[in-house]
């Protein structure tokens, strides 16, 4: 049995990660957050862009 990445629940099967699209959809709306959030406060990489 594997072990769902959101919830923890375990589950059958051999191909998915995820118990649930519910729960597949919220590991990708908290990694898109963490994503926008790291690249909001990184100002670095918007200012090399900007000088070339």
């Known amino acids: 049995m594997k072990s769902c990445k959101t919830c ?3 589950f059958e099967g051999s191909a ?3 118990c ?3 729960c ?3 590991y990708r709306h908290s990694l ?3 994503l926008d ?3 909001k406060h990184d100002k670095g990489h918007t ?3 900007s000088k070339e």
């Open 20 to 22: 649930s699209w519910q």
């Open 24 to 26: 597949e959809e919220n």
């Open 37 to 39: 959030d790291a690249i």
């Open 32 to 34: 898109k957050k963490k």
């Open 8 to 10: 923890g629940k375990d």
């Open 47 to 49: 200012q090399k862009l």
């Open 16 to 18: 998915r990660e995820f």
